[in-house]
């Protein structure tokens, strides 16, 4: 390292000395037991070191190269002042500060983690290992995950404010060790997270007795028709959403409905919706609409139309 240094002769005294990058000097030993220093600026202020040899000279002066390089003369402070700058409120502007909560949930995960490790180590020695030794404090895999999370913010801030310079420091994850694992997460291959198991289907008597329970109110026909509609026509919410009243043909007994695609701006291609709508053109195809249900119980749809109250223009 001091080998890459420039030679000039110095301003007193006529020895010569060394030009670093970074703005280091050094001067060597004038004698044979004489100790080498280097002299330099670092947050506005004049800094030097010493040493009995050249190669001892040379190790020192890696740290303060590495803070010089980075422009982080935070590094010198120990774990303890990274934290307090972490958790300070005046590190954020006002309309990003913390809430009450987030602030109160921080300080608890670096008093009982992060604190113990790395308070009273040195910045610019702070290494992966011990990082991985906070997250792995966590007694679970959730609370590693939060401890985790605090770990990131916290190695952010530090490099933001002069403390630290290695993002790998963030790189930490909750390990089990010895601890017991979790029971994995159960899930059905292949299938929907909205799989509805066979077991939970409404069986024919069931739906027949919704239909009879909602024609007992105020519009129990439409009720009744709404209920046997959405059990046994096929469709899907959306288009039972869509659904009117005149769109159903009573002479005929069926439904007719209408099919297109809608694309909202900003929506790429994989995201259109299927929707119901009465605008457009119709498809040939028409589901029939029941009058009875496959119990056989009719339904009020099905009454003549002299003993139904007035039909709602919409349905829901």
């Known amino acids: ?35 080498w220093r280097a002299v330099w600026h670092e947050n506005g202020q004049r800094q030097q070191c010493e040493a009995a040899s050249e190669a001892k000279l040379a190790a020192k002066l890696e740290k303060v190269t590495e803070r010089l390089e980075a422009d982080a003369p ?13 958790l300070s409120p005046d ?12 602030a109160h949930t921080q300080r608890r995960l670096c008093e009982r983690f992060a604190a113990p490790v790395i308070d009273a180590i040195v910045c610019q020695d702070i290494k992966t ?15 590693g995950d939060r401890v985790q999370g605090m770990i990131s913010a916290l190695v952010t801030a ?16 909750w390990q089990a060790g010895d601890r017991p694992m979790p029971p994995p997460r ?75 695609w809608s694309k909202s701006p900003g929506i790429s291609m994989s995201r259109r919706r299927r929707t119901a709508s009465t605008a457009g053109r119709s498809t040939p195809a028409a589901r029939p609409l029941a009058t009875r249900s496959p119990t056989g119980l009719p339904l009020a749809s099905s009454r003549p139309a002299s003993s139904r109250p007035p039909e709602p223009t919409r349905w829901g």
Not at 3 to 14: D, F, H, K, L
Not at 130 to 139: K, R
Not at 159 to 173: E, F, I, V, W
């Open 186 to 260: 159960v899930t059905v291959a292949g299938e929907s997270a909205l799989w509805v198991d066979p077991a939970e289907v409404p069986a024919d008597v069931d739906v027949a007795r919704l239909g009879q329970a909602l024609a007992t109110g105020r519009h129990g026909d439409r009720d009744e028709l709404m209920a046997s509609t959405a059990a046994y026509s096929g469709l899907r919410w959306g288009e039972l959403a869509a659904l009117t009243i005149p769109r159903s043909t009573r002479p005929g007994a069926s439904l007719q409905w209408t099919a297109r």
């Open 74 to 86: 935070n590094m010198k402070l120990r774990g303890a002042d990274l934290i307090a700058y972490y």
């Open 129 to 143: 290992e011990h990082m991985q030794t906070i997250v792995n404090a966590a007694s679970t895999p959730g609370e």
């Open 158 to 173: 530090g490099l933001q404010g002069g403390y630290l310079t290695s993002a790998r420091l963030a790189k930490a994850h």
């Open 91 to 102: 590190r954020l502007p006002v309309q990003r500060q913390w809430s009450r909560k987030h």
């Open 1 to 35: 390292m001091l080998a890459s240094g420039t030679g000039r002769a110095a301003t007193r005294g006529g020895a010569p000395v060394l030009d670093l990058d970074c703005g280091i000097t050094v001067y060597p030993a004038r004698e044979t037991q004489g100790r």
